[in-house]
């Protein structure tokens, strides 16, 4: 029998006890076959200013918002031990002074109040021990500065190395007296973010911070994770896993240097090649490459083999403060190309998990509640939250993923081609599938539908089920588009707020119900339109 159910979110026809025949684009569901888990590596995110940003009300909001959606698990932020103005914004920490005598005086009441306002939401830090303060910092002639994009970070070792490692014990110290001991086990430790920057001949100095570093924290307790280097070079990180794995430790002695996961940084695009010709466009691809190239690279150090390994920023252009007035390609920070960038990036790494025996353990975007700070609507900034303490499509698509159940499933995708993706899992109660339609070259403006078929099979015989759908496209939670269609206001202060509050509230678009055959099946088509997401929640009907 041919059943035809037709609905209001572009699912045309769902095709109930029938056979498949030469469906284009058929994705086979095997739902009582688990590939492995589902880890939300995903959950992450940080930002330069998040010291900054976390205690304001946007950031206090969107803290709250990540843990009543349980989008993020973990934060990271740089500037931990020196306060920075960029910006107009002081971004990091005062922790360390001395008194006349050169005694260190120590003031962690501002970073314990960050860190509470994570662990209250159900956060968790990655702590980096960045960048020296004023008092331990070398005369500034003696230092090297940025990194090939122009940001101005000033790379050197301390004036003084027993009052650096006595400031990281006494921090480290301190988070197990305020937090408690399992909970800041539960945590990552790093000293510097992107030492991409320090000349060659000066890397030794970073290594041997890395050595002081890992010695002074796990002196602290053992257990403690420790990690890094948190480089976007593959020239930099090669020599950099042969110190940990194979050089003499600038503390022990010994050959080689804990290191509880290895952290790098990958972006989809320069933010220095924005807008210059020719043309470049962000890829999935590109991710994919580099982290296979990781792989291929540990071979040579057996004793790293299994250590986690952290992506821990990401984005679609790198280059924070970029905006689309000077820079228009940037409206993709602003637009759905950024949650089904994601999607694909997920759906990719898995792969390489599945495929490749190479899990990505943290994968964090690098943005959080800048514009919404500042009253600024939709400026191309690579934030989750703009003004009105609205999400950005970004963080719907955290959200979206959220949606996700603790176990993943086979599937079997007959036509192989990148616009398409499935990734489907499971829990004792429910089904949850993420299908998407989306090609990184698609301009904003595309159009046209894709027709998809999808089975799952393993089910129980003769079983009513329901469906409940979430759509992302062009109409359907989408908060950037539902500020288009507003007129694109400059600020939140004298217009409505509830398109914009409907828009970030993730609905369900529909609902039908499916019958199983008598083998545990069910199949339906889908015309799926273009730049657009599904999570399709699947439950027993009893």
Not at 39 to 60: I, M, V
Not at 130 to 153: F, K, Q, V
Request: glycine fraction near 6%.
């Amino acid at each position: 029998m041919l059943s035809i159910i037709k609905f209001n979110f572009l699912l045309l026809a769902l095709l109930v006890f029938s056979q498949v025949i030469c469906q284009e684009n058929r994705f086979e569901v095997k739902s009582n076959i688990v590939v492995g888990k589902n880890t939300e590596f995903w959950k992450a995110a940080g930002s330069d200013h998040l010291f900054y940003h976390s205690l304001r009300p946007a950031g206090q909001y969107l803290l709250k918002r990540m843990g009543s959606t349980n989008s993020h698990h973990y934060l990271r932020s740089h500037h931990t031990f020196n306060q920075d103005l960029k910006h107009g914004v002081i971004r990091g920490q005062n922790v360390y002074s001395e008194d006349p005598k050169g005694d260190p005086i120590y003031d962690f009441s501002n970073l314990n109040k960050v860190y509470r306002a994570y662990i209250e939401n159900g956060i968790k830090p990655i702590v980096e021990y960045d960048y020296l303060p004023e008092a331990l910092s070398l005369d500034e002639s003696d230092s090297s500065r940025g990194n090939d994009e122009g940001m101005t970070i000033i790379n050197t070792g301390p004036n003084d190395w027993r009052k650096w490692s006595n400031l990281m014990k006494a921090t480290t110290q301190n988070f197990i007296d305020e937090f408690g001991i399992d909970e800041v086990r539960s945590w990552y430790f790093e000293v510097w973010n992107e030492p991409d920057g320090w000349p060659e001949e000066e890397w030794h100095v970073f290594y041997k911070m890395y050595d002081v570093f890992v010695d002074a924290v796990t002196s602290v307790d053992s257990k403690l994770k420790v990690g890094g280097p948190a480089c976007y070079h593959e020239y930099f990180l090669k020599p950099f896993l042969n110190h940990v794995a194979n050089g003499t430790n600038y503390v022990t002695g010994k050959k080689g240097t804990q290191i509880d996961f290895i952290s790098y940084h990958i972006y989809g695009l320069s933010g220095k090649w924005l807008n210059n010709e020719p043309h470049l466009q962000p890829q999935v691809q590109r991710f994919s490459q580099a982290i296979l190239w990781i792989k291929r690279l540990l071979k040579a150090y057996p004793s790293l083999k299994g250590t986690p390994f952290h992506l821990n920023e990401w984005g679609l252009s790198s280059n924070y403060f970029r905006t689309v007035a000077d820079y228009p390609d940037l409206e993709y920070r602003n637009s759905i190309s950024s949650p089904l960038f994601l999607f694909k990036l997920v759906d990719a790494l898995y792969q390489i998990e599945d495929n490749y025996n190479f899990p990505t353990s943290m994968l964090l975007y690098w943005g959080f509640s800048w514009e919404a700070d500042e009253n600024e609507f939709f400026t191309g900034k690579r934030e989750l939250l703009t003004e009105g303490n609205t999400p950005k499509p970004i963080q719907t698509g955290f959200e979206m993923l959220a949606q996700l159940q603790p176990q993943r499933l086979e599937v079997v995708k007959d036509k192989k081609g990148s616009r398409f993706g499935l990734i489907a899992t499971r829990s004792k109660e429910k089904i949850v599938l993420l299908v998407y339609n989306y090609q990184e070259s698609d301009g904003e403006k595309v159009v046209g539908n894709d027709r998809i078929n999808i089975q799952l099979s393993g089910l129980k015989n003769k079983l009513e089920y329901k469906v409940e759908s979430i759509t992302l496209d062009s109409k359907n939670n989408n908060t950037y588009q539902a500020w288009l269609s507003m007129g694109s206001p400059k600020s939140s202060e004298l217009i409505d707020l509830m398109p914009l509050q409907k828009a970030a509230s993730i609905d369900i678009t529909s609902e039908f119900d499916l019958k199983t055959n008598g083998q545990g099946e069910m199949n339906f088509d889908m015309n799926l339109k273009r730049r657009s997401a599904h999570i399709l929640i699947i439950k027993p009907n009893e």
